[in-house]
């Protein structure tokens, strides 16, 4: 079935690093694959996206310090936060957008909120930061 499922969250220092992993199902390795994060009393937001020839996007707030990747053969998507901060602290989502053509990266570099009901998401992990 369908299904996307986050792995590697927990604590770390500030200053230190971090590997999520989302391993995917069912057909939902997507062409457009990203990584969402929900920081305490915020509205989600878009942390990365990539598409299936490896082009990234980034919100500014990580840039240079996260990396998203993929694997094509084994469908999981990962993302490499280093130099963490108190800031990075969220629930972090893999998101999945089923569309053939994708606002993911659009939505991340304006810093938008994603609608309802906007592509599949997995269960979430925590990282914590401090």
């Known amino acids: 079935h369908v299904q996307l499922v986050e792995s590697g969250g927990g604590s770390a220092l500030a200053g230190g690093s971090v590997r999520l992993s989302c391993a995917a199902s069912g057909y939902t390795f997507t062409d457009h694959m990203g990584w969402f994060r929900q920081r305490p009393g915020k509205e989600r937001e878009g942390v990365a996206v990539?598409?299936?020839?490896?082009?990234?996007t980034y919100a500014n707030s990580v840039k240079g310090r996260f990396t998203i990747s993929r694997d094509n053969v084994k469908s999981t998507l990962s993302l490499q936060m280093d130099s963490l901060q108190p800031e990075d602290t969220a629930m972090y989502y893999c998101?999945?957008?089923?569309?053939?053509?994708?606002?993911?990266?659009?939505?991340?570099?304006?810093?938008?909120?994603?609608?309802?009901?906007?592509?599949?998401w997995g269960q979430g992990t925590q990282v914590t930061v401090s």
């Open positions: 990539i598409d299936s020839d490896g082009v990234t």
């Open positions: 998101v999945a957008d089923l569309a053939p053509f994708s606002f993911m990266a659009t939505m991340i570099l304006l810093g938008q909120t994603p609608p309802p009901k906007f592509g599949l």
